[in-house]
């Protein structure tokens, strides 16, 4: 398995969000089949035969709760990348090439540190792709685990 995951020095804001996003899924998720794990927790690809780290995912799925399941997950609905400068291309590309290859993927929210957006994509009925973008203001509908994200609220304490 190859470790695709690119090297970065993330920030405060970074980080900021990233803890924001876990906290909010975590209360959110509370008493349902569903986890979430943050970065460092392996989520392996194996049509891509490569690991990654996620910034923060979930998963609802059965299996990723056994036994051999403790050191990497393979079957997430959502994944969540905090986008930094140095790896923002990735993410967006040939990161999200791989994911898709993750048939239990519903969702990949991509969100900017340096200003309040998002960009949600969501796979449709067809398997394709639909972009969801969210700024200032708006709530982020994460149809994949059942919840709601504030946008505002993952930018607390983050100096823009």
């Given at each position: ?57 979930v998963t ?58 998002a960009d ?17 203001g708006d ?22």
């Amino acid at each position: 398995m190859k470790d695709l995951t690119p090297v970065f020095f993330p920030t405060d804001a970074h980080y900021t969000i990233l803890l924001n996003t876990a906290t909010s899924l975590k209360v959110a998720l509370a008493g349902k089949p569903c986890r979430a794990f943050l970065s460092g927790m392996k989520l392996r690809v194996d049509r891509a035969d490569a690991v990654f780290y996620p910034d923060v995912f979930v998963t609802c799925d059965p299996r990723d709760r056994q036994p051999e399941a403790s050191l990497a997950k393979q079957h997430p609905a959502l994944i969540i990348e905090v986008l930094s400068d140095s790896t923002a291309a990735f993410d967006r590309g040939r990161k999200f090439e791989h994911y898709q290859q993750i048939d239990t993927l519903q969702e990949y929210l991509l969100i900017e540190q340096d200003r309040k957006h998002a960009d949600l994509f969501r796979k449709n009925r067809e398997g394709l792709w639909v972009l969801h973008p969210a700024g200032e203001g708006d709530v982020v509908r994460l149809e994949s685990v059942g919840t709601e994200l504030v946008l505002e609220g993952l930018y607390e304490d983050v100096e823009l």
